[in-house]
């Protein structure tokens, strides 16, 4: 889904690169969302993947030995190239929802998601062979090539209203937060991303 806010006001862009397993990444899309309700902004959903930023790691930080990580991201990359980046975000959107629109603790069904974003089941197939994988691969190098250092998922690139662009690894929240504090996060996200002397910050609770 893209998300845009009618009327004539400046607009700003968002870049998100998501892997449609990680849990916290969820919840910072749904972040993005109440953002993009609350200022004019368009979100452009990307798909990348935890399994190629571990490759060649002697242990899975994600202790995906078994390589199921690379499933999810493989049809979200056919999703995304099949069906653009609107679909790729209703389809995560799904992932991680009931039909009622519950948020679950966890991703769902993949083919219940795809029916319900009225996307061909035969995507699943997609997961289990490498026919997307230099889709996936060129998505991925696209969103770490924006950054300077070793990240994980999500990666958001923020486009401002003037054409400069931002990019940062996260945030990563562990909850959408409530009232002004998902503008606050906002513009927090921005100033530092736009610093060029800031690296890092992480705060343990």
């Known amino acids: 889904?893209?998300?845009?806010?009618?009327?004539?006001?400046?607009?700003?862009?968002?870049?998100?690169?998501?892997?449609?397993?990680?849990?916290?990444?969820?919840?910072?899309?749904?972040?993005?969302?109440?953002?993009?309700d609350e200022i004019p902004l368009d979100i452009r959903w990307r798909v990348m993947s935890l399994s190629i930023l571990n490759e060649g790691k002697d242990?899975?930080?994600e202790g995906d030995e078994d390589g199921f990580l690379w499933i999810p991201a493989r049809i979200a990359a056919a999703v995304q190239t099949g069906h653009g980046h609107a679909a790729l975000g209703e389809f995560h959107t799904?992932?991680?929802?009931?039909?009622?629109?519950?948020?679950?603790?966890?991703?769902?069904?993949?083919?219940?998601?795809?029916?319900?974003?009225d996307l061909p089941e035969s995507l699943v197939e997609s997961?289990?062979?490498?026919?997307?994988?230099?889709?996936?691969?060129?998505?991925?190098?696209?969103?770490?090539?924006?950054?300077?250092?070793?990240?994980?998922?999500?990666?958001?690139?923020?486009?401002?209203?003037?054409?400069?662009?931002?990019t940062a690894f996260g945030p990563v929240i562990t909850a959408v937060p409530d009232?002004?504090?998902?503008?606050d996060l906002w513009h927090a996200t921005?100033?530092?991303?736009?610093?060029?002397?800031?690296?890092e910050l992480k705060i343990g609770r």
């Open 59 to 61: 242990v899975d930080p």
């Open 127 to 166: 997961g289990f062979s490498t026919g997307y994988d230099a889709e996936l691969r060129a998505s991925h190098e696209e969103g770490v090539s924006r950054i300077q250092a070793e990240v994980g998922t999500p990666i958001l690139s923020i486009t401002t209203p003037e054409g400069a662009r931002h």
């Open 1 to 36: 889904m893209t998300t845009s806010t009618a009327g004539d006001s400046p607009r700003w862009a968002a870049d998100f690169w998501l892997d449609p397993a990680c849990p916290l990444t969820r919840v910072t899309a749904r972040w993005l969302v109440t953002v993009a």
């Open 94 to 117: 799904a992932l991680w929802t009931d039909p009622d629109g519950t948020d679950r603790e966890w991703f769902g069904d993949i083919a219940d998601a795809l029916r319900r974003c």
């Open 190 to 199: 921005l100033r530092l991303a736009a610093l060029p002397e800031f690296r």
């Open 179 to 183: 009232g002004t504090g998902a503008l």
